[in-house]
């Protein structure tokens, strides 16, 4: 194996001493142009690569985010994270990556880790906003798709309650009286909040409660909406809803493969809302109704959020986005019975 480059061989290279290129490395402009280019051009002949573990070491710090992400196989937090990357890149951070998958003992070994690698702040959407194992103990965190019910750190979400108000007030309003929603587990607090829209939804437009019929699922993947799309054709033709409000767009998406498969039509047979506005949404066989998210938006706030932390007069902020329906095929204006 060749063995690695250290300082003092791009030294030796470059006829100069190890402080200078150390300088060079570290603070370029107390170092003679001249100069500091033999050095540059020692490092790129001999492939010398900063040990930058070390340096962290030293400093007591390191030059690294992480986002603890809630379920990697949605696109949603794909598209936030590539906005926490961006802000990233911008601060000349770097970025890590893990994957919960709503799990939280899978979550607590990451926050272990993520602690003793000293990263410069972590941001999640955890499993659980409210539990203990999210504790800074030194380190930043901002929660990034949930709120900090006390106060105690920063968080970045979107207000959910109304983007369930706007999805069922929708369906109300293009005529439909029996409404389904799609979602689970009620452990997760945006299924939770999207729900208490829709409810508020009913209740403004005078409707009862029982208008409303709750399909809860294990999870928010497509399969799962699949499986709810059987359960709703198989509930009696008398109080059978015709339009659904799903509490992601992957719910939607597994519910519309599944009308298709029961040889049901959206939105004929029954109209279809889903929520985050994912880019799959626009593009599905009838292009999906959905409740837009500033996706990206929402992961470049809560990393400048982080980024604050460490200033003297650092305030704990919670910033909450502002959803929006975006109406496509998969919904449609169902006329109302005529009154005699």
Known sequence: MKPS???RDVAQHAGVSNATVSNVLNRPDVVAPATRQRVLAAIEQLGFVRNESARQLRAGRSRVIAYVVLDAANPFFTDVARGVEDAAREAGLALFLCNSASDDGREREYLELLHEQRVEG???????????QIAERGTPVVLVDREAADGSRCSVAVDDVLGGELAVTHLIESGHTRIAMVGGPLSIQQVRDRR????R???NAGLPADALTFLETRSLQVAEGREAGERLVGLPASRRPTAAFCA???????????MTQQGLRVPDDLAVVGYDDIEFAAAAAVPLTSVRQPREQLGRTAAQLLLTENEPDHEHR????QPELVVRASTAVKRRAATT
Do not use: C
């Open 5 to 7: 480059v250290g300082i």
């Open 122 to 132: 972590i941001l999640i959407t955890p499993v659980d906003a409210e539990s203990a």
């Open 196 to 199: 208490e829209g829709a409810m």
């Open 201 to 203: 939804a009913l209740t």
């Open 248 to 258: 992601n767009d992957l719910l939607a998406l597994g519910l519309l493969q599944s």
């Open 318 to 321: 919670h910033v909450k986005f």
